[in-house]
């Protein structure tokens, strides 16, 4: 049983650009959680999907804008990218949409923006 | 912003005594949660408690919640160089309809072999 997988494991991208990231739940999971982390920082919640509409959203500029597929695997999309959005991004995964559920989370893919 | 605060930011012990991290926070919870994550990698759920629960335990883990001082410990019992890790509360708020989890800032546990 798979658990959560995303890719790419790293990526470098220069200011202005524009990035997508893949994740894929765990196996029976609906709900997908997109988290940001700065470098010795804890993660911030960025939004989560669920039925493939965005149900919540943390306090993140329209930049970040993100999909839901009929599969249940997610992208992240980052456009016009800043320095500050160089972090490890984390995707979670759940059964259902309360958060109250455990969150499974992938490995994360690391963002360097030159 | 971050609404969990850890303490201590870091903290270094030998192999087989016992480490204590401390979580405070601001706003009422539902529940509050404990991970770990090693390397910058991937976060690991460890444990659970809720609101109306005050000790949760889990092999060599003990947590503790106090909502009156709105705290909560998490006891590492017997470390092991394995323990090497951050470990992160993240609470989640009562707010029907705004559920989602607020990490805060960590705490970087060293075990020394």
């Known amino acids: 049983d798979a658990g959560v997988t995303q890719s790419p494991t790293h990526l470098i991208k220069t200011r202005g650009q524009q990035v997508t990231l893949r994740c894929s739940p765990k196996?029976?999971?609906?709900?997908v959680s997109w988290y940001q982390q700065a470098l010795g920082q804890g993660p911030q919640f960025i939004f989560q999907?669920?039925?493939?509409?965005?149900?919540q959203r943390g306090n993140f500029p329209d930049r970040f804008s993100g999909h839901q597929f009929p599969n249940y695997s997610s992208e992240l999309n980052v456009n016009a990218l800043l320095l500050g959005d160089s972090a490890l991004y984390l995707c979670a995964s759940s059964f259902g949409l309360a958060t109250y559920n455990e969150q499974f989370f992938g490995p994360g893919t690391r963002l360097t923006v030159l | 912003s971050q609404q969990g605060e850890e303490d201590p930011q870091a903290l270094s012990i030998q192999e087989g005594e016992n480490a204590t991290m401390n979580c405070s926070y601001k706003?009422?919870?539902?529940?509050l949660q404990w991970y770990r994550q090693n390397s910058g990698r991937g976060l690991v759920h460890l444990i659970l408690i809720r609101s109306n629960e005050r000790e949760k335990h889990s092999g060599r883990l003990r947590v503790t919640l106090d909502t009156s001082k709105k705290s909560s410990s998490l006891l590492i019992t017997a470390s092991r160089a394995a323990d090497t890790a951050s470990y992160f509360c993240a609470r989640l708020r009562s707010n029907f309809g705004n559920e989602k989890l607020t990490f805060g800032t960590g705490t970087r546990l060293t075990i020394i072999p």
């Open positions: 196996s029976g999971h609906d709900t």
């Open positions: 706003t009422s919870i539902n529940n």
């Open positions: 999907y669920y039925e493939e509409e965005e149900r």
